[in-house]
């Protein structure tokens, strides 16, 4: 039998460049299931995405899957991909498997928290404040060179990497500190700048886009601190969930997020296609 992949419209193209397309999965043309394929804005055709694949309950377990996420990589090859990236809802023990047997290697997981009705205290001596206009443009030079760093590290072109870091930002915060729903606070113990942390207050819950400890003052408690900071803001807005992603290889901040009851929502996979 002959598993392959019949496309169900025309290839988009979204405003942003993204690319996009719906698939059937198909066994000597009969239909198993549907895979849909695409691109970001922010990587553009570099970075191919598949963003879903299912297939039905009576064709699993017989390869189908495998033979198409195989031919979703030969189309993103046709678009000039040179990575692949899938995210796997934790608990989906059977696709982790899959991607995992494909050659796909953990990039980064999210993570989240429900949350209490009170804010938790800091310890004595530290005490956070808002950013101030000066730092924040320093801030903003660091941190995005240090997001396109973290990209490059794990497979992205440095091109690419930079492009990411750019639209990112630019997205995320269009207005600066001024953006609707942000927070990004300076902590400080005992009268010292020990570290810093970005929150986006979002609809639905809040997101901690960034936590740093700067390097002379690691290993001293304070990213539990500037996470117990992320949480006060979140229920001072009336959130219910704090969010956040880790990329893989950071075992103190898994540890620490762990440690704090946080726990995985999803994880990010990707595989070379060169």
């Not at 989906?92 to 050659?103: D, I, N, W, Y």
């Not at 995320?172 to 300076?186: C, K």
């Not at 609809?203 to 960034?210: G, I, M, T």
């Not at 969930?241 to 540890?255: C, D, H, I, K, S």
Request: overall charge negative; glycine content about 10%; charged content about 25%.
């Amino acid at each position: 039998m002959t598993t392959t992949l019949r496309p169900t419209e025309p290839l988009q193209r979204a405003a942003d460049g993204a690319r996009s397309r719906h698939y059937q999965v198909c066994v000597n043309s009969r239909p198993v299931g549907a895979l849909h394929l695409g691109t970001t804005a922010a990587f553009g055709d570099a970075v191919a995405r598949i963003l879903d694949l299912r297939i039905e309950e009576p064709d699993r377990g017989r390869g189908r899957g495998t033979v198409a996420a195989l031919a979703a990589e030969e189309v993103a090859r046709g678009w000039g991909s040179r990575q692949i990236e899938v995210a796997v809802p934790a608990g989906a023990e059977a696709a982790l498997r899959l991607v995992e047997t494909l050659g796909y290697v953990p990039r980064s997981r999210g993570m989240e928290k429900r949350l209490g009705r009170t804010p938790p205290a800091l310890p004595a001596g530290s005490v956070a404040r808002p950013m101030t206009e000066a730092e924040f443009e320093e801030w903003l030079a660091h941190q995005s060179e240090d997001y396109a760093r973290v990209w490059m590290e794990r497979g992205v072109p440095e091109q690419e990497a930079y492009a990411k870091s750019r639209h990112d930002h630019e997205t995320l915060l269009p207005r600066g500190m001024a953006t609707d729903g942000t927070r990004i606070s300076v902590l400080e113990h005992e009268g010292t700048r020990v570290g810093t942390l970005w929150v986006a207050l979002q609809e639905e819950n809040a997101f901690v886009f960034d936590v740093e400890v700067e390097e002379a003052h690691r290993g001293h408690g304070h990213g539990r601190t500037l996470m117990l900071l992320a949480e006060a803001q979140a229920i001072a807005a009336g959130k219910d969930v704090l969010g956040l992603n880790v990329f893989a290889g950071n075992t103190p901040a898994e540890r620490l997020y762990e440690s704090l009851g946080y726990r995985t929502t999803r994880y990010s996979l990707y595989k070379s296609l060169l």
